[in-house]
């Protein structure tokens, strides 16, 4: 069986532990949240299944060769060298992002991000008792999300502390181009402004686009930034509980780790393990991985654009996440809920990712394909139904017969 053929494989996550599966009703299929229907790389589940057969799990050491792994990457990938002294591991980006506002922000200070976006950005201020500075994209006329830059710096101010970047962006599938980077870094250096950037997407990225780590620009930038990678998108391993903070400066990453004092656990033996095969050995299947999700990404664009008048969605730069305009659709609510109640489909809620999310719902697909097709067939169903229910009534955005 070729790995194509593998993606291909249904695998029954209804008799698993899955909270994607088992959110909602039985004969809902859930495409929300962001773990995917594959199973993860085999030299991944060797490893894990070697390490289990030793029969012991006390307090696991932290794992050297990992850090001499991580090292290797970024300079293979992306042409950043970093010291193993500045990895430090975490059990996931989220603790990590909240870590990093603990550990630069003061009650009253300032944290800056670009919404709509990943919904536990938006609590890290309130986490830290700061001030939420919103810098929006803007949605161009193609659907293609941009940075407004002269916005982003009227939105630092002398409060700001942290910029909260998320770099490939989650959910509208930017991935941000060097000079675009640059541009932010500039605005932030020039106010002291740490950069936190969350890059769990980073290894995601499709045919065209190239993901940069903002760190890796200059060294300058380096100096203050605090950059969050896993290998739990990519692998699909999220439920190992393993992350990695990067972070070049001394000062900066002593801060940060006296911020974590007792509150933040190490990752388990078993994140560890699976972390190191996956980095040591699972680079053919990610390439596999990201050819199939490729074609999925596709198959969803060009169905939303022949099957589902009044949806919009600009093809994803990365990650395995559709972001889908349904304003047009005039339902007169949620769309997140429609799709619920009328194709029994599970999506997220645009409006969990903050302003300008209000009428977009969030698809995963990071699926088998047949399951892909089947929900969106749901979909078209369910806008037919919609229309039968109306008669007479043509939905915003449909083209006149």
Known sequence: MSRTEGFDRVIDRRHSDSLKWHAYDEDVLPMWVADMDFASPSVVIDALESRVRHGVFGYSRECQELREKVVERMWEMHR???????IVFLPNVVSGFNLAAQAVCRPGDGVIYQPPVYFPILRVPGNVQAAAQRSPLVRS???RYELDFDGFGEAIDARTRMFLLCNPHNPVGR???????IKLAESCLESNVVICSDEIHGELAYEGHRHLPIASLSREIEASSITLIAPSKTFN??????????????????????ARRDFVPSPSALGYTAALAAYTNGEAWRQEL??????????????VEESLPGVDVHPAEATYLAWLDCRALDLGGSPQAFFLDHARVALNDGVSFGPGGEGFVRMNFGCPRAQLVEALDRMRAALDGQRSRLPGVQLAGEASA
């Open 80 to 86: 950043w060298r970093i010291s193993e002294a500045s």
């Open 141 to 143: 006329a193609s659907g």
């Open 175 to 181: 991935v941000f181009t060097h000079q675009e980077l």
């Open 237 to 258: 391993v999220a439920g190992m509980g393993f992350a990695m903070a990067i972070i070049p400066d001394p000062k900066l990453r002593e801060r940060f780790t006296e």
């Open 290 to 303: 990201l050819a199939y999700l490729q074609g999925n990404r596709d198959t969803l664009t060009q169905y």
